[in-house]
């Protein structure tokens, strides 16, 4: 009879030695591919943290103009920034809405094919255009619409901006006019910001634009008030193409004239302001301060030498999450402020700020001007103009091209700009658009159309860098 005791000792070592395997390889298997993961995701992920976003070209691109100020406004103009192919695009008109509240609805205009050079005229009665392009269609396009005294900004869907210095009383009023260029309903929501702080104005918040419609909302009427305010205007859907005018009332005998307000893209500490006209009365710098703490602002003299602060020139204290109304006339009527070209607000902290003053008895609305990086083209009116150039970043050149409504070159000019200074060109009556090339550097740009006869005053337009390259937000793992 054998002795089972050897055997089963023999079983027991083999069962422990592969029991001792197993938890070697569970305890290192993990290790291995976590490590392997680490190698994979550094070689995969060069770029550790936030990316800036990529562009591409853009695809689509919606330009609108608003209705003309008169009954009968001249039609729209359309081009390109030189550079791209162009194409054809959808425009959609809806007729002018008499008085300063009403609605109404884009209807089907036709296809009209817009390529860089010539400009071509689209036939509308003077109410709301929108052109819509599609593919290689969208990049670049430009629109602009002409008429007396006030000249309107054709641009894209806003979304987040600025509107200071905005009325609502008998004798100076604003009304909004909100263009919805897509099917689906839009909503957009207003802020107001008053001399005392916040003002709730629940008529503001959650205004529906319906698909395909033009709304124009009197802020006498929905939210009268007697001071003058600053609005937060925020799209939560869709796309909103927003458009600012405001009307000065004597309330007497005097001139009753009408001017497109400017936006105001982002809050600054450091904003210029070009276009302000020789003869300008009743001067009001409008700022707005939508921070928590107490700003202080110092208006300063831009003229083609420099910019400075005047010895006379005050600084002015703005609450928070308030407006404040300044007076300029004392300023530039100082020996110093001779051949100002235009007016830059420093501040210790970001405002939005806007001028209002009166040319002739003619309302004059200016705002802060963007900051052109690229070609810019822009429509212009035909008749007397000039162009004003400012804030260049550098001492470099800018070439300025004039062009007729056939499309050929009339004047084509290099103007040298100095750090920080000033530049004035006339442009030929005949040119009813430009191209804006700075070299090396950054520039703003702004056109004075003067008017002459019965009903003499200013008209202004500022040059907007030109859409013709998306941003796409880079997305990466958390």
Known sequence: MTDPTPTTGRRSAAGERRWDLLVGLAILLPVVVSLCIAVIGREDDTQLGARPPATADLSVASVGCPAAVGARGLPARATRVPGVPGGRVDVATAPGIQGPSGKATLTDGGKLSVGPGKSVEVGTDGGVTLLDGRGTAAPGLVAGRSEPLAVPECRGPSYDEWLVGLGASARYATSLELVNPDGGDAVVDLEVLGPNGPIEEPALRGITIPGHGVKRIDLAKVAPRRSATAAHFTVSRGRV???????????????????????????????????????????RLAVANPG???????????????????????????????????????????????????????????????????????????????????????????????????????????????????????????????????????????????????????????????????????????????????????????
């Open 241 to 283: 193409v927003a458009t600012a005018r405001s009307t000065w009332d004597p309330l007497g005998n005097g001139r009753v004239t009408t001017d497109f307000l400017p936006s105001d893209p982002e809050p600054a500490t450091d904003g210029l302001i070009l276009g302000i006209p020789k003869g300008a009365e009743q001067t």
């Open 292 to 478: 928590a703490d107490e700003v202080r602002v110092t208006p300063q003299i831009v003229t083609p030498q420099s910019v400075f602060t005047p010895t006379d020139a005050r600084e002015v204290a703005v609450p928070p999450h308030s407006l404040r109304m300044i007076s300029l006339d004392a300023l530039l009527s100082s020996d110093a402020a001779k051949g100002a070209l235009g007016i830059r607000v420093s501040a210790t902290g970001p405002v939005a700020s806007s001028v209002r003053t009166l040319v002739k008895d003619d309302l004059v609305l200016l705002g802060p001007v963007p900051e052109l990086a690229e070609p810019t083209t822009a429509v212009l009116p035909a008749g007397a103009k000039e162009l004003l150039l400012g804030g260049a970043t550098k001492a470099g050149t800018v070439q300025v091209q004039a062009f007729d409504a056939a499309g050929k070159q009339v004047a084509e000019k290099r103007v040298e700009m100095s750090e920080g200074g000033a530049a004035r060109l006339a442009l030929p009556p005949k040119a009813v658009s430009i191209t804006l090339t700075a070299e090396n550097m950054t520039v703003r740009a702004m056109v004075l159309i003067p008017a002459t006869g019965r009903r003499p005053g200013l008209a202004t337009l500022r040059l907007r860098p030109a859409e013709a390259r998306a941003r796409i937000p880079s997305v990466t793992p958390r």
